[in-house]
Nanobody, 124 residues
């Protein structure tokens, strides 16, 4: 089992940047597929980015490609989401998620572990 804690959210103007962090407990962090999701008010939780267990592949939602970069540091049990050129439509609660199962990276139901979320607000 793993526990996840996000940090780094806040209020930023459009065009600005934020870096989200997620620290994971547990000794087998490297065996988890890690992902970021977000949920805006009144909307379903949506996929943002995922990093494979091997670290060989990273997947992004189309609207964040070229602006967001996900990385992981297995030695520190950390994953990060660097968000640049932020837009008002990026406003949401951002969640870190983990799983050991295989399947579509974009499906929230396949992730067994979730953080509490961190609020990102982008003003226009």
């Amino acid at each position: 089992q793993v526990q996840l804690v996000e940090s780094g959210g806040g209020l930023v103007q459009a065009g600005g940047s934020l870096r989200l962090s997620c620290v994971a407990s547990g000794r087998t962090f490297s065996s988890y597929t890690m992902a970021w999701f977000r949920q805006a008010p009144g909307k379903e939780r949506e996929f943002v980015a995922a990093f494979s267990r091997t670290g060989g592949s990273t997947f992004y939602e189309d609207s964040v490609k070229g602006r967001f970069t996900m990385s992981r540091d297995n030695a520190k049990n950390m994953v990060y989401l660097q968000m640049n050129s932020l837009k008002p439509e990026d406003t949401a609660v951002y969640y870190c998620a983990a799983r050991t199962t295989s399947g579509n990276y974009r499906t929230p139901l396949l992730y067994a572990y979730w953080g509490q979320g961190t609020q990102v607000t982008v003003s226009s």
